[in-house]
């Protein structure tokens, strides 16, 4: 699915109301009444509470105006204030002119609402057409919506947040409980930066025309279930261990051993034929306890990997769980970096990512398509520090392009960031991830997709879709605060049947 820029969403509709024959008030109606569906299908409760609608002057409140209407007609009375101004957008005047005569209430930026204690307010001040920040003298109309004791939604983006750039920090921007936006995500709703004001987001389809979103110059995406069911292969039928692929991982050093379990038992989930696990000597009876699947190779160290003496012919090699950054083990990760083959398939993680970032000159040595996973710290260390969301983009996809290399950066909405350029946010995934060990999972599936054959880019998509799939299946079963790194493996299967069932 594409993220599209205001500019690139506005050709968009112009194509579809051509190609559909229809005007943009038929967009409009259309848009407002999915929206308005799905809000009373989320808040079932609204209907006997009180409801608050606020509207700007252009279609994002002529969005508001439209569900003011349909209100009416359900036999509700919602409250609805709008902006007061010299010029509306031709759709927001013509859908005033439809509601009852004095019912409408006019705000200022000085009004004071007075809102009612409870209920459901809906935000639809601005949308895709705020261009920057909103200046001081919205805080006391934002103040008060974000003050409001019931639930806030918004329509299309969380008002005063603009669909893509950085805003400076003290922006007025409503803080949305949920925002309800239209046909796909805008790219500040998936960046952390911004992660406060939409806590959630559903996506709203409003049929616009697919052949001119897919025309668009688009390059960021967002990974849906739709997208990533076409990635996956079938398993033929007289396939056999060697047609999925011989993984090795390699990783854990005394006391985090765990990491390269948790790694394992993933990477044979996933689907890989065969598994090698190497790990320093205290590490053996472990894995061959917990992982009967798992072939073991033993370190000459007994702590932590040291001469990294292993064969390197295999399908794809994941490094770096639980390896520790003992300087053992740095120069071990160096000469063994530095001697494979350019053709190998790697994934990098964890303490991986803290040696390369150490020792820069190893970057080099990176074959290409590797796959790194850095949560947000770890890409500091790679990166250096970064003052925004934009700017860190921009590093990173230097980085990639530099080193010809694919950067996962974990977190919500985790962002791959590719050596063209292409920035994909995931859908998956839930707060409950936030626990020690779900990155080694990650690492697992990623090896083990590589070493089934997928490209990198490929690999890295649907192991990320599949990781927070996994979770979200989880996490129905468990709760949040229960989740914990090995469920997240126990529910790989049922995430890779959900996706061919039609996603999540
Ligand atoms: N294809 C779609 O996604 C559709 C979108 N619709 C709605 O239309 C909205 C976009 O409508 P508009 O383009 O009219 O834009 P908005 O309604 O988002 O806001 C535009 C108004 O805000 C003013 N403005 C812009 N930046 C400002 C700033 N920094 N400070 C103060 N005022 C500022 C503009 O002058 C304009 O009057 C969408 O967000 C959505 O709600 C639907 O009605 C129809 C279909
Ligand atoms: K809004």
């Known amino acids: 699915m594409h993220i599209l820029n205001p500019q690139q969403l506005q050709e968009v509709d112009v194509l579809t109301m051509q190609r559909q024959q229809i005007r943009s008030w038929d967009l409009m109606e259309r848009a407002a009444k999915a929206a308005l569906k799905q809000i009373i299908a989320d808040h079932p409760a609204m209907l006997g509470e009180p409801i608050t609608i606020l509207c700007g002057k252009g279609n994002n409140g002529g969005d508001g105006l439209v569900m003011a209407r349909l209100l009416l007609e359900m036999g509700q009375k919602p409250s609805v204030w709008l902006q007061h101004a010299s010029q509306y957008s031709v759709d927001n005047q013509e859908n005033q002119g439809l509601l009852p005569i004095g019912y409408l209430k006019t705000f200022h930026l000085h009004t004071n609402f007075e809102f009612p204690k409870q209920g459901l307010l809906i935000d639809c001040l601005f949308g895709y057409g705020l261009s920057k920040a909103l200046t001081s003298d919205w805080q006391p109309i934002i103040e008060q919506i974000n003050a409001f004791e019931g639930r806030v939604v918004s329509i299309d983006m969380p008002s005063g947040l603009a ?210 996973s850095p949560h947000p710290k770890e890409l500091s260390r790679l990166l250096g520090t970064w003052q925004h969301d934009y700017d860190k983009i921009t590093k990173a996809k230097a980085f990639c392009q530099q080193y010809e290399v694919y950067l996962l950066i974990k977190g919500a909405n985790s962002l791959l960031v590719c050596p063209d350029g292409e920035l994909h946010f995931n859908a998956t995934g839930n707060p409950g991830m936030a626990t020690g060990g779900a990155g080694d999972v990650l690492t697992g599936i990623l090896t083990s997709l590589r070493a089934q054959g997928y490209p990198a880019k490929e690999a890295a998509l649907l192991g990320m879709y599949i990781h927070g799939l996994a979770a979200d299946l989880a996490v129905e079963e468990l709760g949040e605060e229960s989740l914990i790194a090995s469920d997240i493996s126990n529910y790989i299967g049922k995430a890779f049947m959900r996706l061919t069932q039609g996603g999540f």
């Open 163 to 372: 669909c893509e750039g950085h805003l400076p920090a003290g922006s007025p921007i409503v803080e949305a409980d949920c925002v309800y936006t239209f046909q796909m995500p805008k790219l500040n709703l998936v960046l952390p930066d911004y992660g406060y004001y939409a806590k959630s987001f559903k996506i709203i389809s409003i049929d616009l025309d697919e052949a001119a979103i897919a025309e668009s110059s688009s390059s960021s995406f967002y990974s849906d279930a739709d997208s990533m069911a076409t990635l996956r292969k079938p398993r033929l039928k007289y396939s056999h261990k060697g047609t999925f692929g011989h993984a090795l991982l390699l990783g854990g050093s005394y006391g985090k051993m765990g990491a390269m379990v948790l790694a394992s038992k993933a990477a044979i989930r996933t689907g890989c034929g065969l598994l090698t696990a190497a790990v320093p000597i205290a590490g053996v009876s472990i894995l061959q306890c917990t992982v009967p699947e798992a072939m073991v190779l033993a370190d000459t160290n007994e702590q932590a990997l040291q001469d990294f003496n292993f064969p390197t012919a295999y399908s794809a090699i994941g490094i770096g769980v639980g390896m520790g950054t003992s300087v053992e083990s740095q120069q071990g990760f160096s000469i063994f970096l530095r001697s494979l083959p350019a053709e190998s398939k790697l994934v990098l993680d964890a303490d991986a990512l803290n040696c390369l970032a150490k020792h820069s000159q190893l970057l080099a040595h990176l074959p290409k398509e590797s796959i790194l």
